[in-house]
């Protein structure tokens, strides 16, 4: 298993940019597929983006495709979540995934590691 640390979350204004990051521990960082999702109060878990160990593959949910880019740096063992045209509905609570043996899928069972979570208010 490898231990994730999310951080960057905060309060931004609608039309705003945030860039959230995931530290993971561990030597096999670059062999897990990432990814990002959020949880909005009153809402199910919803998938934002993965990507592939190599980085090479990138997925979104539809809600953010265009606005979101996820990326990572297997030499620092981060992956990041630039996110742009932050609107109100994109206030939730963040929290950072791994999937051992690279990315299966966009389901909330395809990931074993999860971290505690940033949260991102975004004020309209």
């Known amino acids: 298993q490898v231990q994730l640390v999310e951080s960057g979350g905060g309060l931004v204004q609608a039309g705003g940019s945030l860039r959230l990051s995931c530290a993971a521990s561990?030597?096999?960082?670059?062999?897990?597929?990432m990814g990002w999702f959020r949880k909005a109060p009153g809402k199910e878990r919803e998938f934002v983006a993965g990507?592939?160990?190599?980085?090479?593959?990138?997925y979104y949910g539809n809600s953010v495709k265009g606005r979101f880019t996820i990326s990572r740096d297997n030499a620092k063992n981060t992956v990041y979540l630039q996110m742009n045209s932050l609107k109100s509905e994109d206030t939730a609570v963040y929290y950072c995934?791994?999937?051992?043996?690279?990315?299966?899928?966009?389901?909330?069972?395809?990931?074993?590691?999860w971290g505690q979570g940033t949260q991102v208010t975004v004020s309209s």
């Open positions: 995934a791994a999937s051992d043996g690279g990315f299966k899928g966009p389901r909330h069972s395809d990931f074993g590691s």
């Open positions: 561990g030597r096999t960082f670059s062999t897990y597929g």
């Open positions: 990507i592939s160990w190599s980085g090479s593959l990138t």
